[in-house]
């Protein structure tokens, strides 16, 4: 007889395969759109380091007893003050619609619709570049390469998120990652399914490390078999990607 496999174990929700949210700050949003009217100066306050995010948050205090965190920016300090509104300048760290940003100005934590906190260039070290604006909205280019459209009146903030390195620094310990994995609710490390025997997974046994049989498997499947391609419309490369008709 077998052991629940991984998937199922997840599923129970234990603390395993838990994030420790209770030792997370706040989350990372600007205020909303009725509170920001017209030219909004505030001062950061302080640079808080927040488990299982890779870049620092900063609070910001308004005039009015507005308070709120955001996603740190690389050059800012404490008690920097901040613009926030379309009467804002274009300076590192002040918060403006991207309606007012030149075509080329890159800037990042990038909201979708004006509301929602923040969507886009929010990771350490990523940023958004105004491509071009059109009446539907603002085109922006990801630091990944894809472009987007965003609501003209949606805000974003000046620069790049700060952390920008952090991934290319090696893991020297194996606890080091376990921990960064901990912080984010992941369990670590992960056993590969073929490395295992037949009883306990379904990709396990053999000799040659190799599944052995099709990867795809049904939605409809019994939780202790559902590994792997789950309804797949495809598996593999496409005749397109190979160069066939």
């Given at each position: ?12 929700g234990?603390?395993?395969f838990k994030?420790?949210?209770?030792k997370r ?8 759109p009725?509170?920001?009217?017209g030219?909004l100066?505030?001062?950061?306050r ?5 488990p299982?995010?890779?870049t ?9 007893g507005?308070a709120?965190y ?15 509104g379309?009467e804002?300048s274009l300076k590192?760290?002040?918060i403006?619609?991207?309606?007012v ?13 004006p509301?929602d ?5 929010r ?17 922006l ?15 974003a903030?000046?620069?790049?998120v ?13 606890g080091?990652k376990?921990?960064?994995m ?6 670590w490390?992960?056993?590969?399914g ?14 040659h ?5 099709p ?5 409809r499947a019994p939780?202790?078999?559902?590994v ?18």
């Open positions: 007889m077998g052991k629940r496999i991984r998937a199922q174990r997840r599923g129970r234990t603390p395993t994030a420790p949210t209770h700050v706040s989350p990372a949003k600007y205020p909303p009725e509170v920001l009217k030219k100066k505030g001062v950061v302080a640079l808080i380091h927040d299982g995010r890779g620092p948050l900063a609070l910001i205090e308004c005039n009015g507005l709120f955001t996603v740190t920016v690389e050059g800012i300090h404490v008690g920097q003050e901040i613009e926030i379309p804002a590192l760290g002040n403006v619609p991207v309606s940003l030149p075509e080329g100005f890159t800037v990042c934590n990038v909201e979708k619709n509301g906190g923040g969507k886009f260039a990771a350490s070290g990523s940023y958004a570049t105004v491509v071009a604006k059109t009446p539907a909205g603002v085109i280019r990801l630091s990944s390469g894809k472009t987007t459209l965003v609501n003209s009146e949606a805000l903030t000046v620069g790049i700060a952390g920008f390195g952090r991934t290319e620094k090696p893991f020297m310990k194996a080091e376990y921990h960064l901990r912080a984010k609710g992941r369990k490390p992960v056993t590969r073929v490395a295992m025997i037949a009883a306990v997974h379904p990709h396990g046994g053999g000799r490390r190799h599944l052995g049989k990867g795809t498997i049904s939605r939780p202790g078999r559902k792997g391609l789950i309804a797949a419309k495809q598996s593999g490369r496409s005749k397109r990607s190979r160069g066939g008709r």
